[in-house]
Every structure is written in structure tokens, then in C-alpha cells.
């Protein structure tokens, strides 16, 4: 088993920063990809970013040139820097961690608003 721990999130303006981190309780290296997803209320969860095990990425259109996924394997963290954020980014944000076709991890999610 593997828990992913995040933090980072809280209130933040219209036009804010926030970095979220993901901490896994092993090494990140073994993971096919990683990535973070988010939940608005109501809605369903949606991927918002994800980094492959070879450093490809894939962001959501919505967020392309706002938000930027990196990794940090010596602190078995992954990263989701958040520039000017706008009230639809919204949710709880949860980071994902794919080891095979059969282990999917999640954390526990973390709260990010975005409001005036």
C-alpha cells in the first residue's frame, strides 16, 4: 500500500497562486504516472494534470498555461503549481498515483477556493 499525503491547499483571490504537494510513503519512481485530479460540488472528478513515469505531461485545457505539473523524486513529491486562479478551479484536489493496471492510490484531497 502507498498513502499520498496533500497539502497546499486554502482561500486564495481571483488571480492567485497556490502549490499543492503530493508526498508518497515510498519512492514516486515505481509509479507508472501520477497526476491530480479535483471535484467541484456536484460535479465529477475530473484529471486536471498528470506526468508520466518519462516526464511527458497532459494538462485539462482549462488550466493549459495557468498551472504546471512537476515531481521531485528525492522528497517523493509531486508538485501542482496554480497561477492566476480563477473562482472555477474550485474544488478538492486529489493527487492519483497509477503502479499498474491493477493499483491506483489517491489521497485524501485538499480544498482549494478561489474567491473574492
Known amino acids: 500500500q502507498v498513502q499520498l499525503v496533500e497539502s497546499g491547499g486554502g482561500l486564495v483571490q481571483p488571480g492567485g497562486s497556490l502549490r499543492l504537494s503530493c508526498t508518497a510513503s515510498r519512492s514516486i519512481a515505481r509509479f507508472y504516472a501520477m497526476g491530480w485530479y479535483r471535484q467541484a460540488p456536484g460535479k465529477q472528478r475530473e484529471s486536471v494534470a498528470t506526468i508520466t513515469a518519462g516526464g511527458s505531461t497532459n494538462y485539462r485545457d482549462s488550466v493549459k498555461g495557468r498551472f504546471t505539473i512537476s515531481r521531485d523524486y528525492a522528497k517523493k513529491t509531486v508538485y501542482l503549481q496554480m497561477n492566476s486562479l480563477k473562482p472555477e478551479d474550485t474544488a478538492v484536489y486529489y493527487c492519483?498515483?497509477?503502479?499498474?493496471?491493477?493499483?491506483?492510490?489517491w489521497g485524501q484531497g485538499t480544498q482549494v477556493t478561489v474567491s473574492s
Open positions: 492519483n498515483a497509477v503502479e499498474n493496471d491493477r493499483n491506483t492510490f
